[in-house]
């Protein structure tokens, strides 16, 4: 197996003095410093030599101090082997600029517009650096660098000016300092097309149109907009447009101690806030060094999955409710069944679905006495509800009619467009962090990885009941092994975590979720990165939606059990 | 003609104002909650030593610390204790957590409606399930003044006797000095400190820093 200082000694022998900076963490973690002008020759190698055939994320972060800016390029395997390697290329801080990867990765693309919208990193040979997440006024301001001033800019002391504008609307408008002037650094707003120009440019013909589905939609719980351009019923093209929800939360937490972070990340996504909570703490202890107690961490895992299986019922149902032609819509009967799961949590947590629950070296609460049996039986209600629903779904011919072969995306096609969870694991690929990055008490525990054989929507649906089943079969081991002993590390937990940095990846009911922490040793986060599953599959979503059937679009984006509130975190 | 009809109008609701209520509860019995309920707060005003620490942690800072009565003054000094802003408030538990005297608890109550913007802002009254009652108080406070006058009186007399002795307060400090500097050669100060300092070090520290305090400008300038 390749191990971390395989990977480096590889790349330090390609690639002589390309590597500025080297640490290698573990046998799965690789920190290394690029020369930023060999950094796509080198990840070419690392995808062509070393099978890193899954291009995870980027980062940016701004080191204002050293006036310079880094570009942290996430690079791991589909199974292959297990070394995440951290690749950072660093740019100053005036006139920040780096090669793009996007025509190396396909979904480098969302990753780098991000980054540029935020930071303001120009990346070379972008096919299209459009703002992404943020509104038009923001453009340029470069909102998440260290000494972005807010908005408005309150330290001037003043405030949005109402003007009104040629079509008799109220617009708001910040007039520059004084010294703003004198200086000549007045944001100059950028000109670029907006979205509704670049979609009309692509109308070819009299016949097609564009359709909006979104922002308000009922297809995904969020806002997001899709537009679709259609002649007759067919799709030619579809556009995603995101930002409705956009909270920030990645500059919040900058802003807020290391202890309050924990309550962001339940925001970020509100079914699966206790997997969120996991990747930041887990993050956090990476940095810290702190083991947690072996029954902390069996009651982490129960939890997580117990969220696992709520977030699946909810995800099936609301996606029965979307083609809810069917038949039948078991929706009601999977929120009645995640009730039971909702209230085994909420007997540890105390709350519903923000959780707050997991701590810096261990857990928040204990598990209440009798928790074990009521669990258990919760466990074998829900175990024989969803053998049932994966028996209704067989039997019924025309969902199979409706779903099969629809969406469908190869193991290739998966693994090329970076997408992760329960939609790569459908098209055939073994792909689950619990495995690949085992975390807590993951390594002693019997489960397999559920994988799916077409990748169409009728498989993506299954895999999830069918993760249920195994997530039913994890927790009774939990709760037949859980030793006693205490909850919380015995060592306390400083209120300034030691300088260092830290990738973290738990699996999200969604997929691969991973927060990247760099603390400067004070009080609060100095950059948190998170890699959502979902910003991922949103990003698969418009090239899926290429060629098919007007109703067959909300069933595929549906069956991607979405949550745009994480994407626009 | 039209008066008598608005008058009319107006009787309707006073007349079925005093029926029997339509609305009722449902689901008919609330839903049973575990113990471990993240609900409304509960304060234990018999303990809160009003460190403040919930009012940092809060991550919307919807916690202030405002006087209240009927507190515990030996514990709490300057008697405030928490004013919780639910309008705000998350339920996050952090605050919880964080109390160094475990007085403050979250309880089983989730329901908050209420008639006026006001009502979600509950202060220590609202907020506290355990207090002192009246009479408890009045005793307390007037230990709390014996206590301080006690201390007052200590205080009073620790100035006269340095002021007794001039050069005690002066003194008091080269032994300070001298035991900061751990480090430094031994030179006069440090036997000094060992001989003389040793018995009365404390008083008369205690004494320079009183008068410190104080702003008194003649041991003020001679410390």
Redesign the interface.
């Known amino acids: 197996m390749t191990t971390a200082s395989d990977v480096l000694s590889s790349i330090q022998s390609a690639f002589p003095g390309a590597v500025l900076e080297s640490k290698v963490e573990s046998d799965r973690r690789l920190w290394a410093t690029i020369d930023s002008s060999k950094i796509v020759d080198v990840c070419k190698h690392l995808t062509e030599k070393l099978a890193f055939d899954h291009y995870s994320g980027a980062a940016g972060v701004d080191w204002i101090a050293r006036n310079e800016m880094e570009v942290v390029q996430i690079m791991t395997s589909h199974g292959a082997h297990q070394v995440v390697a951290m690749l950072k290329s660093k740019t100053p801080r005036e006139k920040p600029t780096i090669k793009s990867l996007a025509n190396l990765y396909w979904n480098a693309n969302w990753y780098e517009r991000e980054i540029w919208e935020m930071f303001g990193i120009n990346f070379e040979g972008h096919p299209g650096l459009y703002p992404l997440l943020l509104g038009d006024d923001l453009v340029g301001a470069w909102p998440w660098r260290k000494d972005f001033k807010g908005y408005p800019d309150l330290t001037t002391g003043k405030r949005a000016v109402e003007r009104p504008t040629a079509d008799g609307y109220t617009e708001y408008f910040i007039p520059p300092t004084p010294a703003e002037i004198e200086a000549g650094t007045v944001p100059i707003k950028l000109k670029y097309p907006s979205y509704r120009e670049r979609e009309e440019a692509e109308i070819k013909s009299d016949a097609e149109m564009i359709m909006h589905m979104g922002p308000q939609h009922a297809m995904l719980p969020g806002p997001f907009l899709l537009d679709i351009l259609v002649e007759g019923e067919r799709v030619h093209k579809a556009f995603l447009d995101l930002g409705y929800i956009h909270k920030g939360i990645e500059k919040i937490m900058e802003n ?2 290391w ?2 972070g ?3 990340t ?1 925001r970020m996504c509100y079914v699966a806030s206790l997997t969120n909570n996991e990747c930041y703490c887990g993050a956090v202890e990476k940095i810290l060094g702190v083991e947690v107690p072996e029954r902390a961490q069996y009651i982490r895992v129960i939890l997580e999955e117990l969220s696992r299986i709520q977030s699946h019922l909810i995800g099936t149902g609301e996606f029965l409710t979307l083609i809810a032609g069917v038949g039948y819509a078991p929706w009601n009967f999977m929120i009645i069944d995640r009730e039971r799961i909702i ?1 085994m949590i ?6 519903r679905l ?1 959780h ?1 629950f997991v ?1 810096f070296g261990g857990a ?2 204990d598990l ?1 006495e009798g928790f074990a049996d009521k669990c258990r039986d919760a466990l074998k209600y829900i175990e024989s509800r969803t053998k049932e629903y994966i028996e209704l779904f067989n039997q019924d011919p025309i969902y199979h009619m409706r779903m099969e072969d629809v969406g469908a995306l190869s193991a290739e096609t998966a693994k090329r467009v970076g997408i992760s969870g329960p939609p790569l694991r459908a098209a055939g690929v073994a792909y689950d962090m619990r495995k690949e990055d085992p975390i807590l008490a993951y390594p002693d525990l019997d489960f397999k990885v559920i994988t799916g054989t077409k990748g169409d929507c009728a498989d993506r649906v299954d895999v999830r009941l069918r993760e249920i089943l195994e997530s039913v079969h994890i927790i009774e081991q939990c709760l037949d092994r859980i030793p006693s002993g205490p909850i919380m590390t015995e060592t306390k937990v400083p209120k300034k975590i030691p300088a260092g940095e830290a990738y973290y990846r738990v699996e999200d009911p969604r997929g691969e979720m991973g927060m990247y922490v760099i603390s400067d040793g004070g009080d609060k986060p100095y950059r948190v990165k998170v890699r959502g599953p979902f910003y991922a599959t949103l990003q698969t979503l418009p090239p899926l939606l290429e060629g098919v059937y007007i109703a067959d679009v909300v069933a595929i984006a549906g069956s991607m059990d979405g949550c745009p509130s994480e994407a626009d975190r | 003609m039209l008066k008598r009809k608005m008058l009319m109008n107006w009787s309707w609701p006073l007349k079925i104002a005093r029926e029997v209520e339509v609305t009722r509860l449902y689901p008919e019995v609330m839903m049973e909650l575990p113990d471990a309920e993240r609900g409304l707060h509960e304060l234990d005003a018999t303990k809160c030593i009003g460190c403040a620490s919930c009012a940092r942690v809060c991550p919307n800072s919807c916690i202030e610390m405002v006087p209240y009565r009927y507190g515990n003054p030996l514990k709490n000094k300057k008697m405030q204790y928490p004013q919780i802003d639910y309008g705000r408030c998350m339920f996050c538990g952090l605050c919880v957590d964080e109390c160094p005297a475990e007085c403050l608890k979250m309880g089983k109550k989730v329901t908050m409606a209420g008639w006026e913007r006001d009502e979600i802002v509950r202060g220590p009254e609202k907020i506290a399930v355990k207090k002192f009652s009246e009479k408890e108080e009045q005793a307390l406070e007037a230990e709390a003044k014996r206590i301080a006058a006690e201390k007052a009186a200590a205080k009073k007399a620790a100035a006269k006797e340095g002021a007794k002795k001039p050069g005690a307060a002066g003194a008091a400090g080269a032994n300070n000095k001298a035991a900061k500097k751990k480090t430094a050669p031994a030179g006069e100060g440090a036997p000094a400190s060992k001989a003389s300092g040793k018995p009365s070090e404390k008083t008369a520290g205690a004494a320079a820093e009183e008068a410190k305090a104080e702003a008194n400008p003649k041991v003020g300038g001679a410390t």
């Open positions: 807020r101690s202890l309050q924990i309550t962001y339940d209230s909420e007997s540890v947590t105390g709350a923000t707050t701590r928040r609460n209440p």
